[in-house]
Structure formats: C-alpha cells, structure tokens
Nanobody, 119 residues
Framework: QVQLVESGGGLVQAGGSLRLSCAAS????????MDWFRQAPGKDREFVAG????????YYADSVKGRFTISRDNAKNTVYLQMNSLKPEDTAVYYC????????????WGKGTLVTVSS
C-alpha cells in the first residue's frame, strides 16, 4: 500500500508560481512512476506530468510544457510539481498518483490539492 498526500495548493495571481508536493508513505516509493493529474470544475480529469521511477524520464501535457516541471526525491519519498507562469485555466484540483509507468493505469491516488489562479 502507498498513501499519497498532496500539499502546496492555494490562490495565486496569473503569472505567478506555486510548487506542489506529494509525500508518499511506505518504502516502495522508488518502485513507482509518479504522475500529476488535474480536474477543473465541470471537466474531466486530465494528465499533467509524469516522472519515471528514477526521475530520468519526464513527460508533460502540451498545455503545461515549458511552464511546469515535475521532479522527485526518492530519499524523501516526495514528488514535486513546479508551476510557473500560471494561467487562470490552470485552476483545478491537482492529484498525484503512483503507477507502474508514466500515464499507465495508476494504482494509488492522493486526495488532491486545490490551485486557484486569478486573472
């Protein structure tokens, strides 16, 4: 079992930055690829970014490429999402998830953290 807890969400003005963190329990964190997803009000959940088990491979949705950076620290059992140049359309609940590979079916999900970007 892996438990995931997101933090770092909040209210920010357009153009600002936030860093989300996702802390994982258990000693198997490095066995999982980690993804960030988001769900805006009234919309389906969508993939945002993913990082491989050792952090060597990353992948981004086109909508965030060049603005967001995913990283992980396996010694701290934590994955991060640095979000720069935020736009109002980035407003959503952000979830981290653990799975066998990037963008695969995720085995574990956090409860999410809300990011609100004001114009």
């Amino acid at each position: 079992q892996v438990q995931l807890v997101e933090s770092g969400g909040g209210l920010v003005q357009a153009g600002g930055s936030l860093r989300l963190s996702c802390a994982a329990s258990g000693r198997t964190f490095s066995s999982y690829a980690m993804d960030w997803f988001r769900q805006a009000p009234g919309k389906d959940r969508e993939f945002v970014a993913g990082v491989s088990r050792n952090g060597g491979i990353t992948y981004y949705a086109d909508s965030v490429k060049g603005r967001f950076t995913i990283s992980r620290d396996n010694a701290k059992n934590t994955v991060y999402l640095q979000m720069n140049s935020l736009k109002p359309e980035d407003t959503a609940v952000y979830y981290c998830a653990a799975g066998m590979s990037i963008m695969a079916a995720m085995d574990y999900w956090g409860k999410g953290t809300l990011v609100t970007v004001s114009s």
